[in-house]
C-alpha cells in the first residue's frame, strides 16, 4: 500500500496491479514491479489517463476504466482490493473460470468476490470499499496505508 501510496503521490497511475506484479523479499518487503502500463498523469489530482487499445487486465480492473478506458489512481484503488483478495485466498484467481465477459457483466450488475477463508472481516471490508461502484467513494491510498498500519 505505501508503494502505491508513493507512485500516486507522484502522479502516476499503474494499470496493471495485481499479486503477480509484487515482488517480496526474504524479510517479506513487498515491491510494487511491471511499470509497462504505468502513465503519469496531469498536475490535477483529479486526473484520468485514456487509453484507445491494447489489452487490459479485465479481472483487476475497475468497471469505470473498462467501459471508458479511463485510468486513474481510483482505478489502481480497486486493483488493489482484488491484490489483496488474491493475498488472502493464497493466490486463486480472481472470480475462478468465469469468463473475461462475464466477470465484467457480474461486476457491473454488483456482484463482488466473496471474503477469502478466515479473512478478518476488516481487511474483507477494505476490499468492499475499494471495490466501491463509484471511484469517488474508493479509498485513497493514504487511507489504505493507515487502516493496514
Given amino acids: 500500500a505505501s508503494g502505491m501510496k508513493y507512485l500516486s503521490d507522484m502522479g502516476y497511475v499503474h494499470r496493471d496491479l495485481a499479486a503477480r506484479n ?3 523479499n526474504s524479510n517479506l518487503v513487498c ?3 511491471d511499470f509497462g502500463l504505468s502513465r ?3 498536475d490535477d ?3 484520468a489517463y485514456t487509453t484507445r487499445g491494447g489489452k487490459i487486465p479485465i479481472r483487476w480492473t475497475s468497471p469505470e476504466a473498462i467501459a471508458y478506458r479511463k485510468f486513474t489512481s481510483a482505478s489502481d484503488a480497486w486493483s488493489y482490493g482484488i491484490v489483496l483478495w488474491e493475498v488472502m485466498s493464497y493466490g486463486e484467481r480472481p472470480y475462478w473460470e468465469m469468463s473475461n465477459q462475464d466477470v465484467i457483466k457480474a461486476v457491473d450488475e454488483g456482484y463482488r468476490l466473496p471474503p477469502p477463508m478466515d ?3 476488516a481487511l474483507y471490508q477494505l476490499m468492499l470499499d475499494c471495490w466501491q461502484k463509484d471511484r469517488n467513494n474508493r479509498p485513497k491510498f493514504e487511507q489504505i496505508v493507515s487502516i493496514l498500519d
Fill in 31 to 33: 515491491k510494487v514491479s
Fill in 45 to 47: 489530482p483529479e486526473a
Fill in 40 to 42: 503519469v498523469l496531469e
Fill in 119 to 121: 479473512c478478518p472481516a
Fill in 22 to 24: 509484487i515482488l517480496i
